[in-house]
Antibody, heavy 120, light 107 residues
């Protein structure tokens, strides 16, 4: 049973870089090709798609975040990561990593989410 | 970006009722539509993909239909665990987008 787990600092200073990692357990991400995503949810609000990466690379980003965003994959560690530069309070949210089994198939496996607060 | 609009934003119902939630896309997304529900403090759970394909383990009281721009999620014979927030999501083109959510509350 594949599981995802987000990790990273819960507090980030304004203008700094938010860095999160999603560790995949229960299977090697290099043994099968699927899409790995980041999604966020501000408290009490809806879901915003951040971006995705294929297990062999080829990231796609939300244009609203693209200038500040980097998503990468490390198959040797069974992890993928998110880096968001120049954060502001508007980036405060619960960040989820999720798997999409095939393009357009929906997010069938989610991590539990990790809360990130941007504040000094 | 493709805008996804759900209606209603909230609905009150009782155990045993049937509820229908609609989702409209701002442009044709074929059948690239997924439905999720999210209970408080939990991650969303995928219920239906490809507009009408029920995920393994999801009760048959959930059903989805539609294609193009108009979609529906129907929940028949509501159970206590169904009271949650429901989201639609298009996977037709980037950026993927979600509806604003429909909160299903117990009457």
């Amino acid at each position: 049973q594949v599981q995802l787990q987000e990790s990273g600092p819960g507090l980030v200073q304004p203008s700094q870089t938010l860095s999160l990692t999603c560790t995949v357990s229960g299977g090697s991400i290099s043994s099968r090709s699927y899409y790995l995503h980041w999604i966020r949810q501000p408290a009490g609000k809806g879901l915003e798609w951040i971006g995705r990466i294929y297990t062999t690379g080829s990231p796609r980003y939300n244009p609203s975040l693209q200038s500040r965003l980097t998503i990468s994959v490390d198959t040797s560690k069974n992890q993928f990561s998110l880096k968001l530069d120049s954060v502001t309070a508007a980036d405060t949210a619960l960040y989820y990593c999720a798997r999409e089994g095939g393009h357009g198939d929906g997010f069938d496996i989610w991590g539990r989410g990790t809360m990130v607060t941007v504040s000094s | 970006d493709i805008q996804m609009t759900q209606s209603p934003s909230s609905v009150s119902a009782s155990v045993g009722d049937t509820v229908t939630i609609t989702c409209r896309a701002s442009q044709d997304i074929s059948s690239w539509l997924a439905w999720y529900h999210q209970r408080p403090g939990r991650a969303p759970k995928l219920l239906i993909s490809a507009a009408s394909s029920l995920q393994d383990g999801v009760p048959s009281r959930f059903s989805g239909s539609g294609s193009g721009t108009d979609f529906t999620l129907t929940i028949s014979s509501l159970q206590p665990e169904d009271f949650a927030t429901y989201y639609c999501q298009q996977g037709n083109s980037f950026p993927y987008t979600f509806g604003q959510g429909t909160k299903l509350e117990m009457k």
